[in-house]
């Protein structure tokens, strides 16, 4: 069984719908959630940079692929926010609008991160982070309303924060 | 900056234990103080025949300009490197995304150029070749936050590139370039350098182009300046310190530029460290997602 594999029945076990926007509740939503979700892109085409989101909950798995590693959440407290300053996620508690889960929404939510290659150097390894862990992960929402974000930054259930590695920056 | 800065010490510090899979292996051959930190100004390293060794492994880094401005939010991981005191008298300071940015009035498009550019950026960059694990114009490959190693014996120098596992390869036996258009124009075209003094002088013809090619041809840089067929690219790789790279890039391709440009770039050395694999296509899947959007 492939890691992403293991991943959609992990979805599946926690009996979450993942939504694809505009087009939830269709053929084509049904399509987006089999597919893998590891993505090499244009940073721009697929993620809205003035949609903020951080997720708290549990790790559901951490796929360590190239060329981006993700992180799959189950989401028990998500806050969203308009826009932040360029480069930064500390800003007021009170500008994120914090929620539960929406049901229609499902509470897995898939977090890019950067290439294992750039992780390892930060300090990451494909086991810095395990099923079951409680984290923190601030991030940018994709563009097609689903529950995938670019994670930006990571903060552990010890409170130690690591950079996510967005390729906002990175062209990519 | 400040926000990289603090990233990498919180990084550096975090004690989970379970990244030290990497193990730093000191170059013997590096200049070293008394704490064995490896000399950043040292002198230029030189080959047994005198000539410059280029060889390590390189990291973009600042020159002079402060960073440029992305299109949002988001900290990359690369490490932080030193910046390079900018030389006023030089060519203007590349940028990433838009590689005309430090040069007055932009880079001199020509009516075909720009309508191109102007597409590609409209798109979001989506056929940016670095999005499809394809090997990407020099410029993007020589700025990439992934390093790059030159590898260089008397015959032949070697560029590997992380990203996208690019490699070029630069003849240096006295071969002249072909005709242009004669071989089969490849993405990294074809390549010889020879010294120029303390330079080694690179020049690249039979690229492939924007105007005959694939939409993924030709990205200098990341919103999508092309070259055509014509393109002819010379490279003016230095080593002032043993911790500096700098490279003049020129560019003369009259389909797509009103006249020849140059712009400089600098990188730092990585001491002992490596390149890290990085197959791109393992699990790519950005193709697939923006068709169903």
Known sequence: ?172 | MTVALSGCLIALGWSSGAWAQWTPVADPTSPRDAEGNVIMGAPTPRTADGTPDLAGLWMRTRSGPPPEEGPGGGVSLEPTQAPVPLDPDGPPIVAFFEAGQNMEGGLPYTPWAKELRDQRAELNARDNPDARCLPMGFLQFHQQPQPRMIIQNEKMILIEYEANYGVRHIYMDGRELPPQGEPQPWWYGYSIGYWDGDDLVVETNNLRGADEDSPYDAWLDVNGSPHSREATITERFRRPTFGHLQIDFTIDDPKAYTRPWTVRLDQRLLPDQELIEFICNENQQFNRRIQLN
């Open chain 1, 1 to 172: 069984m492939t890691r992403q594999s293991q991943a959609n029945r992990s979805r599946r076990r926690i009996g979450v719908a993942i939504k694809t926007g505009a087009v939830a509740g269709t053929a084509v939503a049904a399509v987006a959630a089999s597919l893998p979700l590891a993505a090499h892109h244009s940073f721009a085409a697929e993620f809205d940079s003035t949609k903020e989101i951080r997720a708290t909950g549990a790790v559901i798995e951490v796929e360590w692929l190239n060329p981006h590693a993700w992180i799959h959440l189950n989401v028990t407290e998500l806050c969203e926010r308009p826009a932040a300053p360029r480069g930064s996620d500390d800003v007021e508690e009170e500008e994120w609008a914090c929620r539960a889960p929406d049901p229609d929404e499902g509470s897995a939510w898939g977090f890019e991160m950067g290439s294992p290659n750039g992780l390892m150097r930060q300090g990451w390894s494909r086991n810095s982070l395990k099923p079951g862990d409680g984290a923190t992960i601030s991030g940018t929402r994709a563009r097609d309303g689903s529950t995938n974000s670019n994670a930006r930054n990571v903060t552990m259930a010890d409170g130690t924060r690591l950079f996510a590695g967005s390729s906002e920056n990175s062209g990519r």
